[in-house]
């Protein structure tokens, strides 16, 4: 069945520590999506990319950092610069313009 | 600037209806979407509207307004497991070129027996 994968589904990152979050979709989808989820927020979006090799930042995307060298595959990065990097991070994927995201189960990383 | 507002929780009986309101903010308004995303799960696709009208999908509907910048989404026949958060996203076409999604924060729905 396609769908868009995320690992690991649990993250915990010591202060200091660069971590990337795992992104891969088997949908043949264009475009590819980070947001992050935080309690009474509304997703807010870190980084995307609507073809391979090409991506644009997002409302946040400070301290992160992303690559897309597959169609497949969308590593994020939260790197050092990231204050505040505690959240539960979201990776969709659609076609351009499409109508509709589909997301991935996410991943809830946690500074220690 | 873009925005959206929804309501931050409602609670609604088994077996009754429940209308949850959207309204928005955008400058090139391309579309409407509905989410379902139960607590610690990722969003679930329910509903898109582009055009003005009601667009019906079983126990779900879903209607637009884009002059009044408003959307709500009905839910019939509350069932139990449609306890969950209710995310309205606008898809919005910057001047700029692309597209882009903006989420509001979501309506937590608690239905009790």
């Known amino acids: 069945d396609g769908g868009i994968t995320q690992s690991p589904k649990y993250l915990f990152r010591k202060e200091g520590q660069n971590v990337t979050l795992s992104c891969e979709q088997n949908?043949?989808?264009?475009?590819m999506y980070w947001y992050r989820q935080d309690p009474g927020q509304g997703l807010r979006l870190i980084y995307y990319?609507?073809?391979?090799?090409?991506?644009q930042k997002g409302d946040i995307a400070e301290g992160y950092s992303v690559s897309r060298e597959k169609k497949e595959s969308f590593p994020l990065t939260v790197t050092s610069a990231q204050k505040n990097p505690t959240a539960f991070y979201l990776c969709?994927?659609?076609?351009?313009?499409?109508?509709?995201?589909?997301f991935g189960s996410g991943t809830r990383l946690t500074v220690v | 600037g873009q925005n959206i507002d929804q309501p931050t929780e409602m609670t609604a009986t088994e077996g009754a209806i429940v209308q949850i309101n959207c309204t928005y903010q955008?400058?090139?308004?391309?579309?409407l979407f509905w989410y379902q995303q139960h607590a610690g799960e990722a969003p679930t696709f329910l509903s898109y509207?582009?055009?003005?009208g009601l667009e019906e999908k079983g126990r779900f509907s879903s209607f637009l307004s884009r002059s009044k910048g408003y959307s709500y989404l009905l839910l019939k026949e509350l069932q139990m497991k449609d306890s969950a958060s209710y995310l309205c996203?606008?898809?919005?076409?910057?001047?700029?070129?692309?597209?882009?999604?903006?989420f509001g924060a979501g309506t937590r729905l608690f239905v009790k027996a």
């Open positions: 969709a994927s659609s076609n351009t313009g499409g109508a509709g995201y589909t």
């Open positions: 949908l043949n989808h264009d475009a």
């Open positions: 990319s609507q073809i391979v090799n090409d991506f």
């Open positions: 955008t400058s090139g308004f391309n579309g």
């Open positions: 509207n582009v055009l003005d």
């Open positions: 996203a606008v898809r919005d076409r910057p001047p700029t070129g692309g597209f882009k999604t903006i």
